[in-house]
């Protein structure tokens, strides 16, 4: 018996080490840890103002551009320890430059860490909201507010709410509501986990005033989340998982699945181009460099561009490329009309033209 015990005991420990094992190679490829891309630049420069990071971008059809900066997030390098800003950027001046937002309000600025951001335009009197994931002392919430001058912005709103436990971007759909995704699968839990494990646990959350519920599950870890032009289609970055998947909103603000679309890449933030309706992703080559970071061998960036999403065959391409020489961590990417911008979780932004 007590050899038939040891012998139990010894297939158990061993399944179990083949089990880590597996799941850390696993690991090691949702990471693309061994993957190298080779240099693809446009004509780019430095955008003034910016220096720890933008982390997402989005741009009104008036050309009128809303940035994050100053990201503070576990894991993630840090290269400040100012409260992360809001800035406005014009791209129909001859040379736009960022200006720091003004925020007036009760919200406490002291410990303000702005995540994914998303602008709402109310039709009925052009009206701007703003949108904002924000992290105090790394906790989650969504900050509300109106764009009322040219550099103001008025703090309407904090919503916390225990679906919205670790959201990393929202997409606004109406003045007081919108979608989200959460990046975690529970509060505080460690993302690596459940990575290891291969558990699609991450969801995406619609918050209205009267109504909060899960709209769509099966992520591995949801990240940039967008809307399609006509307003009928989400798309949700899985980051780990490579993909964008498509959604179709449907009656109670439900999201249907449609399909998913490969992109090869860590791909963070999505912004839609108002006019084609194209997808524009900051992408992270290597998820490796990015969590074990080390100056002499940065983390790249990387934009990659889907064209016709909702054809059978969805034209993927690589936009921009660096090895972390120009760019480290590129996490969105934007475009308005001939002007590329690129933003990163924590270095520099880039103002591109386009050919």
Known sequence: MAAMRKALIAALVAAFAAFIGHRYLKLMEF??????????????????????????????????????????????????????????????????????????????????????????????????????????????????????????????KTIIHPLLHSVNDIVAVGVKSFYATNDHSFPNDALYLTVLLGLRWCEVVYYSPKEVKVAASGFLSANGINISPDKRYIYVADIIGHDIQVFERKEGEQLVFVKSVDVGSLCDNIEVDHQTGDLWLGCHPNG??????????????????????????????????????????????????????IGSVFHKALYCDLK
């Open 31 to 156: 990471s693309l840890a061994y993957r190298e891309v080779s240099v693809k630049h446009l004509n780019c420069q430095s955008l003034k103002n910016i220096e720890y990071g933008a982390e997402d971008i989005t741009i009104l059809r008036d050309g009128l551009a809303f940035i994050s900066t100053g990201l503070h997030y576990p894991g993630v390098p840090s290269f400040s320890d100012e409260p992360g800003k809001l800035y406005i950027l014009d791209l129909l001046h001859p040379k736009p430059t960022p200006v720091e937002l003004q925020i007036k309000g009760e919200l406490d600025l002291s410990s303000f860490n702005p995540h994914g951001i998303s602008v709402y335009t109310d039709e009925a009197d052009d009206s701007v909201y703003l949108f904002v994931v924000n992290h105090p002392q790394y906790k989650s919430q969504v900050e509300i507010f109106k764009f009322v001058e040219e550099n103001t912005l008025v703090h309407l």
């Open 288 to 341: 490796m460099k990015l969590f074990n970071y080390n100056p002499e061998d940065p983390p790249g960036s990387e934009v990659i561009l889907i064209k016709s999403i909702h054809s059978e065959q969805p034209v993927v391409s690589q936009e921009y490329a660096d090895n972390g020489k120009a760019i480290m961590a590129s996490s969105v990417a934007a475009r308005f009309e001939r002007k590329l911008l």
